[in-house]
């Protein structure tokens, strides 16, 4: 897009100064403008935001990403929440494809990106650790979590394009570490309940629950050990009661892949069936599935100790090895990955307490065969913390359509 200047007849024709160029743009109604910028790709925003105030506030404006998707312009996004040492705040950030600048080809300048930092409003406090995340559409949920040794049942969502904030009902059970999930409209949380607040355990289990000791479960549980929250009601639903599982409370990792909640816990992995309303470990599943993982195209990819990628297939069942990658940054304990239009977004500190971030984008192809081969398609540094206390305890990587 290029952005037309006005002149008169009289007017000598030295180069007009960038101050002294009013765009047309700025002569437009306002429903005309947010028309022609929510057509304009998100990475040239941060330059046309310099043009003026008016176009700044056009674009930092909600209504501009629902004109995007009314257009069906929205982009794959990745938000990124940081959050530094012994702090209950996060410090919100963007990645953001640096472009070449008006008037600059693509050959002129390599591509990059950066973690560009969001000013947000003041957001609730975050737990200190224990908290579920799971993104619909645009929107984050955040869901209960450990706050001065104790669970809580709170719940918040936080709707990036205005990064604005509201506070959902409570769950009916306080959790920390539970597993999430997102199947036909209800977004599940199962476990991670707080077992204080149950009154049937056996004597030999602890009275309290904290982080590091570890409570396994084998038969009692609190009756809303599964709820569901209806994202159209906004209202919450004990789910019935699951037969008994062997299962640790504290989850690891919950995603959703061929319409069932799989879930990672310290010993073993499972799949919940919300339509069969069931539970079952899935040792197969369990053989490559790491921390550091995300699903495409309904297909599982993690990566293993020695940093190979392997996907899972859930219809054949199988576990394949992704061919063609070598040298893949960071450590697989450190690593968050994303699904980001069909490519694999990762950011990670290249070692434990790193204050480098780096992100890698990886491109998947399947060829003859049914091989899987990926390609690093950039990989690079995108924020350096100068600060030792702002090394970070937590990573979270957030993929979004705006």
């Known amino acids: 897009m290029q952005l037309s200047t006005l002149t008169s007849s009289s007017e000598s024709p030295k180069k007009l100064h960038h101050d002294d160029a009013p765009s047309l743009l700025l002569l437009l109604p306002e429903e005309i403008s947010l028309n022609c910028l929510a057509r304009v790709p998100r990475c040239y925003y941060p330059w046309v935001s310099l043009v003026s105030t008016t176009l700044r506030r056009l674009i930092a404006s909600p209504e501009i990403y629902t004109k995007r998707s009314a257009l069906h312009r929205t982009e794959d996004v990745l938000c990124v929440a940081l959050r530094p040492y012994g702090r209950r705040t996060l410090q919100w950030y963007t990645l953001n494809l640096i472009k070449p600048t008006f008037g ?57 394009p205005s990064y604005t904030c509201r506070s959902l009902p409570n769950m009916k059970q306080e959790r920390g570490g539970a597993a999430v999930g997102i199947v036909g409209g209800k977004l599940y949380v199962i476990g991670g309940c707080d077992p204080q607040g149950i009154s049937i355990l056996t004597p030999f289990f602890p009275l309290k629950w904290r982080k590091n000791r570890v409570l396994h479960w084998r038969c009692s549980r609190s009756p809303n050990w599964v709820e569901a929250f209806d994202l159209k009601t906004q ?11 062997e299962v640790y409370e504290k989850t690891i990792r919950s995603f959703v892949m061929d319409g069932k909640i799989c879930i990672m816990d310290r010993k073993s992995s499972f799949a919940y069936d919300p339509k069969e309303g069931s ?10 599935w790491t921390v550091g993982s995300c699903v495409v195209d309904d ?104």
């Open 104 to 160: 600059q080809q693509e050959s002129e300048v390599a591509v990059k990106h950066r973690l560009v930092p969001v000013p947000v409003p003041s957001f609730p406090l975050v737990p200190y650790w224990g908290m579920s995340i799971v993104t619909v559409g645009s929107e984050i949920y955040f869901l209960g979590g450990s706050v001065d040794d104790s669970f809580v049942s709170t719940a918040f969502v936080i709707d990036c």
């Open 299 to 402: 297909k599982l990819y993690s990566f293993d100790w020695q940093k190979a990628l392997w996907e899972f297939d859930p219809v054949s069942r199988v576990w394949s090895r992704v061919k063609g990658l070598e040298d893949v940054p960071g450590d697989r304990d450190v690593t968050k990955m994303a699904n980001c239009g069909g490519k694999i977004a990762i950011l990670c500190n290249v070692e434990k307490c790193s204050t480098e971030i780096w992100y890698t984008e990886i491109g998947l192809e399947r060829r003859e065969g049914g091989e899987v081969w990926g390609t690093i398609l950039w990989s690079g540094l995108v924020l350096f913390l100068r600060k030792l206390e702002n090394v970070l305890e937590q990573l979270c990587l957030i993929k979004m359509k705006i």
């Open 279 to 288: 539970l079952e470990r899935d040792l197969l599943l369990n053989k490559q």
């Open 235 to 245: 209202t919450w639903e004990t789910v019935r009661r699951l037969d008994d599982v």
